[in-house]
């Protein structure tokens, strides 16, 4: 157990924090067929839109209520109204998700009983399409409530409640925004070889891995689709990934009765082992024995990798759940986390957090807590404090835009924590630096730590 | 607010402005933006464009008012060059949550912020920009700005755009307001000579005004600054006294040089950095200026001399790419002053622009665009994304260059494309630049990766091989003939 230390400042140097309508957006990009609305001024969308752009280097289907000084005043609802009809014209979406920001927050409106009344108004011109909306104002919570808050919103939306029956074998997955594209992608292969069928809400396997396709589509393409959630409520088991979303698995499990088994990430040994139990479980089968392969390599990897990880002093900043699994693999191996900064208070995965203290704050706060450090992980904008620092940076998060890969960086499951493992211990590599008199020198190195 | 309400009103009001000249008085005051369409509207907010100009001041520091979103999302995205400070690309915002709204603690909270940053860096100045919501809630960044100020001996500039005052193009303009109503002629020069210029609308994209800045040094201008690339807050506080401001980014920048002409009497005119005649014109535009302004009369023919030497250096490094590009077919999208400056550069070398879109362009760039096409290719106003992978699919150009927003319809289309907007890596300006972009253009069009992607997979849509289109690597085949031929005859006994 740790202490959580709140914010005392007014200013925020270099922000760790990307705001929740982006998590939202994200999150609604795993459904097949969607487009995510922004309830905000048409600038809120365009950097949402760039910096997803910058990350995933695909093209972001994202759109806007363009909210101006008037219809802020006056209310938005005729600038939602105008919006869906204009996507539905245009776009022609399965699945509309739309999240408010903080412009519209603020001015503070009645949007779900405006949406009832549109889409009533609208039933004929709509039909088709399904919609869903979400409270996302950019001054409450970061990307890991927006992405929840978008998935229990589309739970409240498609999934109805008290479905009887239950169809063999298939099982959901609240997937959390720690698990990458790629990890959702291994994630299903590995349930699959149980024999068993999942549904990931929200799945971004498909979705943002960038796969060139031959015709051109203007909405999210590749997730789960608007059927296949609607069939959630008649699975054996939720798997739920993240301490974030433990509210929409709450919402899930008490809609429609079916079980849920909590998992704050699934990174490390220990998580991918009781996985692997349950999965067990649910498929009636034994682990096999290419995870059980799978598990051994990861084994052997943590034995060559633990030289490069024991006393290492790592400085970590992210969001409250990729903070646990990222703090804690470095820990398994034996490394210290010297510092240890998140966006938002509140979440429990913060208490479980192998830091002294995890302190809310922003990239300056880690600039600051990382001198001594040997690495920085964060997201990219942690660039320029790695640079002043002469330490290696571990690109963790979003955004990540000046590595090629985001999608497809892995850090669940075995072979997920095995690809970490090597990552760390070669930017360590890397960033060798062969021994000099003057680096050796007992003298020089106290009057060092003198000046530190 | 009814102040800021008048400032939007007099820079819709643009008196140098030919698009609003022709205007009736009552469509004048319906101002210039365009109105956004819910649902069907792309594009950056006024705060976004106010940014783009006043950031890249680079040892000034630069404070956002409002919820983590205006600037979490936005911040060290441009590549805005710095010779020197690096305080502009450190982030601060006073990243107001929900208790600061409700609790009316915005102003306060503001104050604070601006008195930790001031302590904590020491800048020259501080740029306050206000956002949707602290403007919502009434916040008074002017008076905060005011008092600052005044306690701690700080320029602290009060930036009035919140994004959803309209577009990203206000923004610019309102910036440039800021800039005349509170930074320029607040404090003079420590040199001042009769051939200081500045620079309006350059803000050193990819260091690109480094490629033309020598050629100034060479002919005895001294670029006082650039409003805002690399420049120093004392530097545009000081720009009063130059003698000429160029403009480069068309109409963004008009009020303040209009502005600048009345109050101070100095001389502007619109030129571009893009191409090799553009840059030719623009040195001579500048030289011609300042020896009305009463620099030395030698500067003309000085200037035409370095003129000549340039070009006939440019012609002779560009002659390679000639037969490599000529004929290639380029669909050129993007806004502005890039579509006729890079056009004119681009048939230069015997490139064939088959479109060409007209958003943003003021009336002038259209002209300029009619003169150097004709009416020969098709001038877009606006293309649909899936109207534009349909025909780069089809094939209809050889390579598209527009900015980030469309680069995945193009790569989607497995089309060549190259960047040629603000967000860029790569400098392109001055003669220098124009040989950059010619040899980045050959690189990307002749690239042998667009045959290998362009491949289809050897199997029909059920997965089934199709010997029919499988294509075998000659070479390998004549590897593995000769590696047989080689083999002895007791390699296959087992056989």
Redesign the interface.
């Known amino acids: 157990m740790n202490a959580v230390a709140p914010i005392t400042?007014?200013?925020?140097?270099?922000?760790l924090?990307?705001?929740a309508?982006?998590g939202a957006a994200l999150a609604w990009l795993g459904v097949d067929g969607a487009v995510p609305?922004f309830h905000?001024?048409?600038?809120?969308?365009?950097?949402?839109l760039?910096?997803l752009?910058?990350h995933f280097?695909?093209?972001i289907p994202l759109?806007?209520?363009?909210?101006?000084?008037v219809s802020?005043i006056v209310g938005g609802a005729d600038?939602?109204e105008?919006?869906?009809?204009?996507?539905k014209k245009?776009m022609n979406p399965r699945f509309i998700g739309i999240c408010s920001?903080?412009?519209t927050e603020?001015?503070g409106e009645d949007f779900v009983g405006d949406l009832r009344l549109i889409r009533a108004r609208r039933e004929a011109e709509l039909e088709g399409t399904e919609v869903a909306f979400a409270s996302t104002?950019?001054?409450?919570g970061?990307m890991e409530e927006g992405w929840a808050k978008a998935v229990a919103a589309t739970i409240e939306a498609l999934v109805p409640a008290g479905q009887s029956g239950t169809v063999k074998g298939q099982v959901n997955v609240l997937a959390g925004l720690h698990l990458s594209p790629a990890d959702a992608e291994a994630l299903r292969d590995m349930i699959e070889s149980f024999g068993l069928k999942p549904i990931i809400l929200p799945d971004l396997s498909c979705a943002l891995d960038g796969a060139?396709?031959d015709e051109?589509r203007?909405t999210a393409r590749g997730g789960v689709t608007v059927e296949e959630i609607a069939a959630m409520g008649r699975s054996k088991a939720t798997l739920v990934i993240g301490e974030h979303m433990r509210a929409p698995g709450q919402t899930l499990e008490q809609r429609t009765g079916v079980p849920s088994l909590w998992f704050d990430h699934l990174t490390g040994i220990e998580a991918c082992d009781r996985l692997c139990v349950e999965l067990a479980h649910l498929g009636h089968c034994s682990v096999p024995p290419r995870l059980r392969r799978e598990r051994a390599r990861l084994v052997d990897v943590m034995l060559d990798g633990h030289f490069f990880f024991a006393g290492r002093k790592m400085a970590v900043a992210a969001e409250p759940d990729l903070l646990l699994a990222t703090t804690r693999l470095m820990n398994d191996l034996g490394a210290e986390i010297s510092a240890a900064i998140t966006t938002t208070p509140g979440s429990k995965a913060l208490t479980q957090v192998p830091a002294r203290e995890v302190l809310v704050g922003?990239l300056?706060d880690l600039e600051a807590r990382a001198k001594g450090a040997d690495l920085i992980a964060t997201h990219s904008?942690g660039r320029?404090a790695a640079e002043r620092l002469h330490v290696p940076h571990l690109r963790i998060g979003f955004p990540i835009f000046d590595r090629l890969g985001a999608a497809y960086r892995r850090s669940a499951l075995y072979d997920g924590s095995r690809q970490a493992i090597f990552e760390i211990a070669n930017l360590f590599q890397a960033a060798h630096r062969e021994v000099t008199p003057d680096s050796l020198n007992p003298f020089l190195l106290r009057q060092k730590e003198m000046r530190a | 607010m009814s102040g800021f309400s008048t400032k939007v009103q007099e820079v819709f009001n643009e008196p140098a402005c030919d698009k609003n000249l022709k205007k009736s008085d009552k469509e004048r005051k319906k101002g210039c933006s365009k109105p956004?369409?819910?649902?069907?509207?792309?594009?950056?907010?006024?705060?976004?464009g106010a940014k783009i100009v006043l950031q890249p001041i680079v040892d000034a520091a630069h404070?956002i008012h409002?919820?983590?979103?205006?600037?979490?999302?936005?911040?060290?995205?441009r590549h805005a060059a710095s010779s020197g400070p690096?305080l502009y690309?450190?982030?601060?915002?006073?990243?107001?949550?929900?208790l600061?709204?409700v609790m009316g603690n915005g102003e306060k909270?503001?104050w604070?912020?601006i008195?930790?940053?001031v302590a904590t860096h020491r800048p020259p100045a501080v740029f306050v920009y206000s956002t949707?919501?602290t403007s919502?809630?009434g916040d008074d960044i002017e008076a905060v700005c005011k008092h600052a100020t005044e306690k701690l001996g700080t320029p602290i500039v009060p930036v009035n755009a919140?994004?959803?005052?309209?577009s990203k193009n206000l923004g610019n303009k309102l910036a440039g307001e800021t800039l005349y109503d509170h930074v320029i002629g607040t404090m003079e020069p420590e040199i001042s000579t009769p051939t200081d210029i500045n620079i309006l609308g350059e803000y050193n994209l990819a260091g690109e005004f480094w490629q033309v800045k020598p050629l100034f040094d060479k002919l005895g201008v001294r670029v006082h600054c650039c409003i805002t690339g690399d420049a120093r807050y004392v530097e545009v506080a000081s720009a009063h006294r130059s003698k000429v401001n160029m403009m480069v980014c068309s109409a963004a920048l008009i009020n303040l040089a209009r502005k600048m002409e009345e109050r101070w009497g100095i001389p502007y005119f619109e030129g571009s950095f893009y191409g090799v005649s553009d840059t030719s014109d623009a040195l001579r535009n500048i030289a011609g200026l300042l020896v009305r302004q009463g620099a030395p009369h030698d500067l003309i023919a000085r200037t035409e001399r370095l003129i000549a030497e340039e070009e006939a250096r440019v012609w002779r490094r560009l002659e390679p790419y000639r037969e490599r590009l000529k004929g290639k077919r380029v669909l050129l999208y993007t806004g502005g002053v890039k579509s006729w400056s890079v056009v004119s550069a681009l048939m230069e070398v015997g490139i064939e622009i088959v479109d060409t879109s007209l958003r943003k362009t003021t009336p002038e760039d259209k002209a300029r665009i009619k003169e150097l096409l004709g009416d020969d290719p098709h001038v877009l106003e606006n293309m649909a994304?899936?109207d534009m992978?349909?025909f780069l699919?089809e094939g209809k150009a050889d390579i598209m260059l527009s900015g980030?927003?469309t680069?995945?319809?193009a790569l989607?289309a497995?089309t060549p494309w190259l960047d040629i907007n603000q967000e860029r890596h790569d400098p392109f300006a001055g003669y220098d630049g124009m040989v950059e972009l010619v040899k980045k253009l050959d690189a990307t069009i002749n690239n042998p990766v667009w045959a290998k992607?362009r491949i289809p997979a050897p199997w029909d849509e059920a997965g089934a091989p199709s010997a029919r289109d499988f294509t075998i690597d000659p070479t390998h085949v004549a590897r593995f003939r000769k590696a047989f031929a080689e083999r002895e005859a007791q390699d296959f006994e087992e056989c």
């Not at chain 1, 400042?9 to 922000?15: F, L």
């Not at chain 1, 905000?40 to 949402?48: D, I, K, L, N, R």
């Not at chain 2, 690309?89 to 929900?98: V, Y």
């Open positions: 400042k007014s200013v925020s140097t270099n922000p924090k990307t705001s309508p982006l609305l905000g001024s048409q600038g809120c969308t365009a950097f949402a760039v910096l752009v910058r280097k695909e093209m759109q806007t209520t363009a909210m101006n000084e802020t600038h939602v105008e919006a869906l009809l204009n996507l245009r920001t903080a412009l603020t001015r104002p950019d001054f409450s970061a060139v396709a051109w203007a922003d300056g904008h320029q | 956004l369409i819910p649902g069907a509207a792309a594009g950056g907010c006024a705060f976004d404070l409002g919820p983590l979103a205006c600037e979490g999302n936005s911040w060290d995205n690096l690309r450190t982030s601060f915002t006073t990243d107001m949550s929900e600061d709204i909270k503001l604070k912020a008195h930790e940053v949707c919501v919502l809630i919140p994004g959803f005052a309209g994304p899936r992978y349909a699919k980030g927003r680069q995945f319809i989607k497995r992607v």
